[in-house]
């Protein structure tokens, strides 16, 4: 049974950092890319970062230079370190997996190229 669970949201002052993590079922793991997503109240879930399974990483503009994305293929969990955050990075953080292979140059931020969805962690990020 595919399966994400992430964890690490919490609460952080302005500048401060978190770790999130998402433990994946064997078979949710096995379908690369993975990704991380963030919804915030009243907008729509934008692509944060993503990994293909040969390491290649693709970030939104919004986070390079903040955050970093990893995984560890041993324990089938993927990472999100986020630094420097800032109020505007609040949100709901999810992740993802794709269900096939991508070809493509970098692995993808759409929504739509990702077919099994954690229940996410929330990130709350203060002034």
């Known amino acids: 049974q595919e399966q994400l669970v992430e964890s690490g949201g919490d609460s952080v002052q302005a500048g401060g950092s978190l770790r999130l993590s998402c433990a994946a079922s064997r078979f949710a793991y096995s379908a690369y890319p993975l990704a991380w997503f963030r919804q915030a109240p009243g907008r729509g879930r934008e692509g944060v970062a993503s990994?293909?399974?040969?390491?290649?990483?693709n970030y939104a503009d919004s986070v390079k230079g903040r955050f970093t994305i990893s995984k560890d293929d041993a324990k089938f969990t993927l990472y999100l370190q986020m630094n420097n955050l800032k109020p505007e990075d609040t949100a709901m953080y999810y992740c993802?997996?794709?269900?096939?292979?991508?070809?493509?140059?970098?692995?993808?931020?759409?929504?739509?190229?990702?077919?099994?969805w954690g229940q996410g962690t929330q990130v709350t990020v203060s002034s």
């Open positions: 993802a997996a794709r269900r096939k292979l991508w070809t493509g140059y970098l692995p993808p931020l759409a929504q739509s190229e990702y077919q099994y």
């Open positions: 990994i293909d399974h040969d390491g290649p990483t």
